[in-house]
């Protein structure tokens, strides 16, 4: 958690031109609509507003930049998978996800949220095989676990963790509740050793 307490709001984006321009490394966290993301970054970063969290699912439609200091920021990404909105809307968070995720230099890993209750959803596999390419790590946060028990919860963390030995070997995931603050220290781990790592892996030969 102390990783992100630092955490500063820093700049919002549109197109992927105009990504600033920091040479740093960046952590991008990415999920469907109303699984949970605004109130993983926040519980991570342990304030109650850093991420805006809503009732309106979709409402994210830009990338967010919080600087961590230290040359390291934590990214935010569009929500997918809400259908009420504009398709022109849709079809350019669509766009401006893949570009990034495919391109953005500075970026170091992945954390994908899902909802424990309904993970690895056609629009979440779609999410890891746009990533997949560039060979950086993923992390999964399986959230609301709170609304699981414990043995449903595990039960599903197994299949979870199964399903990507076998397709999405870059991954790794765990349990995690916002409402119990449960795998703050595991995530906290796993993305803090990310960013202090050594060379940011290079960008994919064009095909």
């Known amino acids: 958690m102390a990783l992100f307490r630092s955490a500063q709001f820093f700049t919002t984006v549109n197109h992927f031109r105009d990504l600033p321009q920091l040479g740093g490394r960046e952590v991008a966290f990415?999920?469907?609509?109303?699984?949970?993301?605004?109130?993983?970054?926040n519980t991570l970063a342990d304030h109650t507003r850093l991420a805006f969290t809503s009732k309106t699912p979709g409402r994210t439609q830009h990338i967010n930049y919080f600087t961590l200091g230290n040359g390291q920021y934590l990214v935010d990404l569009p929500g997918?998978?809400?259908?009420?909105?504009?398709?022109?809307?849709?079809?350019?968070w669509e766009a401006l996800l893949s570009e990034y995720l495919k391109k953005?230099?500075?970026?170091?890993?992945?954390?994908?949220?899902?909802?424990?209750?309904?993970?690895?959803t056609e629009l979440d596999e779609t999410m890891l095989d746009w990533f997949a390419p560039t060979n950086k790590p993923v992390h999964i946060l399986l959230t609301k676990a709170d609304k699981l028990s414990r043995q449903q919860a595990n039960a599903t963390l197994f299949k979870v963790r199964k399903h990507l030995e076998e397709f999405f070997p870059q991954c790794s995931v765990q349990?995690?509740?916002?409402l119990k603050k449960q795998?703050?220290?595991e995530a906290d781990g796993?993305?803090?050793?990310?960013?202090?790592?050594?060379d940011v892996p290079a960008e994919p030969a064009a095909e």
């Open 30 to 41: 990415v999920g469907r609509s109303n699984a949970g993301k605004s109130s993983a970054i």
């Open 80 to 92: 997918y998978g809400y259908a009420k909105v504009p398709p022109a809307s849709k079809r350019h």
């Open 104 to 120: 953005r230099q500075e970026l170091v890993g992945l954390v994908v949220i899902m909802d424990v209750r309904h993970p690895l």
């Open 175 to 178: 349990l995690f509740s916002s």
């Open 183 to 185: 795998g703050v220290d």
């Open 190 to 198: 796993v993305i803090g050793a990310w960013l202090a790592g050594g």
